[in-house]
């Protein structure tokens, strides 16, 4: 049985770089969501955080999650918001047991 994959991404934008950033993460939602491996892609902003998007994922598996690291829109979406980020945290995480 592979273990299905969560990845929880935080990216703060640069003061100013909000809109710019945006637009880079908008344009990889419908390519990920097409993914075969993608179970669950979606995009958010924190409240009262200007500029801070959260990623919430889930992936059939590792081999997925490596997968969608390797398509031409994720690596598009890594050089979009080259410089215009003040900090990322990526979490990739293993359900719990109930």
């Known amino acids: 049985m592979t ?4 990845v929880v991404a935080i990216l703060q934008a640069k003061p ?17 969501r097409a993914e075969q491996g ?15 998007f959260v990623f919430i994922e889930r ?6 999650l490596e997968e969608h690291q390797a398509t031409a829109h994720f690596q598009a979406l890594i050089a979009g ?3 215009l ?7 990739i995480l293993d359900e719990m047991p109930a």
Not at 85 to 91: C, G, V
């Open 85 to 91: 980020l003040a900090e990322q945290q990526i979490l």
């Open 59 to 64: 992936w059939a598996d590792r081999k997925a």
């Open 3 to 6: 273990k299905e994959i969560r």
């Open 81 to 83: 918001v080259e410089g």
């Open 38 to 52: 993608c179970r669950f892609y979606t995009l958010h902003t924190e409240q009262g955080q200007e500029g801070r």
């Open 16 to 32: 100013g770089k909000a809109e710019a950033v945006r637009e880079v993460l908008q344009a990889c939602l419908a390519p990920s």
